[in-house]
């Protein structure tokens, strides 16, 4: 059943782009902006690249969540979900990994721009950075489909949204990139390994809250 | 009534009783205030989740009349919080803010129910909102643990406030601490009878009409 | 199969449905009529578990349905006002996800066929957004033909239908009856509710002011409460 779901939210987004554009037209726009204001040295660039990173991957996230919901809203779809025989935990779940998934999607757009633009040289072992990304995209998809659905229904939704989301992901905001400047500056793992521990947790622990209490936000 | 007077009395002896620490004066004198209020402000976040929980449990407009009530005292007190720290910090460290745990985290938490706020307004029709708000008030609470530790983690070179283990501090120190905190549950005690006083009211006008 | 009682829904403190109450039976075609903004539409989408009541039970089945897990409302097909389907996705697309949640597995001939029976044989596989109104309420008489049900929600039956369409409707409308399907209709035309539905209901003022079989009731009295 959730893979009729996240098959579904994956064709709408095939026909329509609407949520890979605007979250990838929005990260590009922002690595501009931040280096049009902070024309900086590379050694600066590189100090603050992992912060500046999750930071425009978090407003983009806002604004792909937003859409996201907006499909639904669209001709009342969301009523043939929620009427249907489906457990609304399960619709969570299938928003959790539609969400991650285009933004990962987003990221393979957003990221060499970035690298290019802030003049960064990589580790080798980008594996590990990888994971870590996957796992900080969870996270804020986890806490971003809760609260979107809380947002969905509001007046001024694009608003309510980002201020709901940004203090409740701020822990995860702040493990990701604790990691991300660990394997950034080649530090050995083992001395950042908590900050990944802390991500996972944060992950877990809002899918299975959103699991949990997503039925009572679905009905008008 | 009661409350007022004891309120006033502990002002009185903070000022009075309490013995100076050495080298922060007066401004260390807030320590009885900014505590206090610190803990019964996420005493009161505390009691929104639970109430959000039970309102979701069985939808009695009780609920969701403490769950409110507790959010705006809560939230009062967080302010207060935020206000009376950097007042403590100048003096002490020289700045007005620093992004020490306890109060990073207060922070965080202002914000989120800055949110909560706004989506008691904008959410919708109140029958709604009252639902999204207790589910926002879990969230929340769930949330302060994975926070706190989090930012204490975060930058080391910010130590939490002068870290006093209570218990083994001068009792000259303990006692009025005590009693303040003691002072200021009664006065929040007060004032969270007294706000759902008034929401029963306005519930009720609601029905009236 | 279906009990409602006691069902409370306001709205910004204005109650809409104030302690309403009835049963449904196996077999039992139901017009729901009242005035504009009498709580028809949102007491079918409370029956649907698309709005939550703030007091009341909706039991289907021996079941609460808000409750319950969501297997329990198996059976429950809801077809709204709006088109309650994915713009941006074809009719068929549509259909098949409709089927997949609700526990059917699509045959894409099946599909095809019916969108052809009710007159959709062109552009089944355009985004159905460019469909007019009338295309996109021919294509919920295909969604009740494809998917399981035992209780049907209908909003408005033939809104936006012409002629042709309204036609097709009755078509449909009248071999589930003849199934002896259990349908709850909200119709503003009182006479094809009167003829078609065994029981019909008015609901005003929050409750249902009339609940009677069709046969025994008189078309002034209907006429008076929707004034």
């Known amino acids: 059943m959730i893979w009729s779901l996240v098959r579904k939210d994956l064709l709408l987004e095939s026909r329509t782009k609407e949520i890979t554009i605007s979250m990838l037209a929005f990260g590009l726009t922002m690595i501009m902006i931040y280096a049009l204001a902070f024309s900086a040295s590379p050694a600066m660039y590189r100090s603050f690249a992992p912060g500046l990173f999750w930071v425009i991957i978090l407003f ?17 779809a969301f009523s043939l979900s929620i009427s249907a025989p489906v457990d609304r935990g399960i619709i969570f779940l299938a928003k959790w990994i539609s969400g991650t998934i285009l933004l990962i999607i987003s990221e393979t757009v957003i990221i060499p721009p970035f690298v290019m633009f802030m ?28 609260v979107s659905g809380l947002a969905m229904r509001a007046k001024m939704s694009e608003i309510l949204l980002p201020i709901l989301l940004f203090p409740l992901v701020s822990p995860l905001l702040i493990a990701s990139v604790k990691a991300t400047n660990g394997w950034f500056q080649g530090i050995p793992f083992m001395n950042w390994q908590f900050w990944v521990l802390l991500m996972i947790t944060f992950v877990v622990v809002f899918a299975l809250l959103g699991y949990t209490i997503f039925d009572h936000i679905t009905e008008e | 009534m009661v409350v007022i007077v004891a309120m006033a009395w502990n002002i009185y002896n903070i000022f009075t009783n309490t013995p100076m620490v050495p080298d922060q004066h007066w401004a260390q004198k807030i320590f009885y205030i900014h505590v206090p209020i610190a803990w019964t402000g996420f005493l009161s976040y505390f009691i929104v989740m639970v109430a959000g929980m039970l309102y979701l449990i069985n939808k009695e407009q009780k609920w969701d009349r403490l769950g409110l009530a507790a ?33 990073t985290t207060t922070l965080i938490l202002f914000l989120i129910y800055v949110g909560y706020f706004m989506l008691r307004s904008f959410g919708g029709h109140p029958e709604r909102t009252s639902r999204y708000a207790a589910v926002l008030g879990i969230i929340a609470f769930i949330d302060v643990p994975i926070i706190f530790y989090s930012v204490q983690l975060w930058e080391e070179q910010f130590q939490s406030h002068p870290q006093v283990d209570i218990t083994q501090q001068n ?30 009211i306005i519930d009720l006008r609601n029905k009236l009409k | 199969m279906l009990a409602v009682a006691n069902i409370k829904k306001s709205f910004y403190h204005n109650p809409v449905l104030n302690n309403l109450s009835f049963k449904v039976n196996d077999g039992d075609v139901i017009a729901l009529t009242g005035k504009n903004g009498a709580g028809k539409s949102t007491l079918l989408r409370i029956l649907a578990r698309i709005s939550q009541p703030d007091g009341g039970t909706v039991i ?121 399907r259990t349908m709850i209709f909200v119709t503003h035309d009182v006479e094809w509710g009167l003829s078609f539905c065994n029981r019909l209901f008015l609901l005003e003022a929050g409750s249902l002011k009339i609940d009677q079989s069709a046969d025994s009731i008189d078309v002034k009295t209907i006429m008076n409460g929707l004034q």
């Open chain 1, 119 to 146: 003049g960064l040289s990589l580790p080798n072992n980008w594996l590990i950075m990888i994971m870590i990304i996957i796992i900080g995209n969870l996270g804020i998809m986890a806490v971003g489909s809760l």
């Open chain 3, 60 to 180: 289907y089945n021996d079941v609460d349905i808000f409750k319950a897990q969501a297997s329990a409302r198996r059976g429950i097909l809801y077809l709204g006002n709006e088109p309650g389907l994915y713009p941006s996705l074809s009719a068929i697309e549509n259909i098949e996800f409709a089927s997949r949640i609700h526990g059917a597995l699509p045959v894409a001939e099946d599909i095809t066929t019916t969108l052809k029976n009710i007159g959709l044989s062109e552009q089944i596989n355009d985004p159905i957004k460019i469909y007019s109104k009338g295309m996109l309420q021919r294509l919920k008489y295909a969604l009740a033909n494809l998917l399981p049900w035992s209780i049907l929600f209908f909003d408005e039956p033939f809104s936006g239908l012409d002629i042709e369409g309204k036609n097709l409707a009755l078509d449909c409308l009248n071999t589930w009856k003849m199934k002896d």
């Open chain 1, 60 to 76: 983009a996230s806002a604004l792909g969540l937003h859409r996201m919901f907006v499909l639904e809203k669209e001709f009342d």
């Open chain 2, 171 to 200: 009792p000259d120190i303990v006692i009025p601490f005590l009693i303040s905190l003691i002072i200021f549950s009664m006065l929040f005690s007060f004032m969270l009878r007294f706000r759902i006083h008034i929401l029963k």
């Open chain 2, 71 to 103: 959010a705006e005292i809560g939230t009062l007190f967080v302010t207060l919080v935020l206000i009376t720290g950097p007042i403590w910090a100048k003096p002490i460290w020289g700045t007005w803010w620093t992004w020490e745990p306890r109060l």
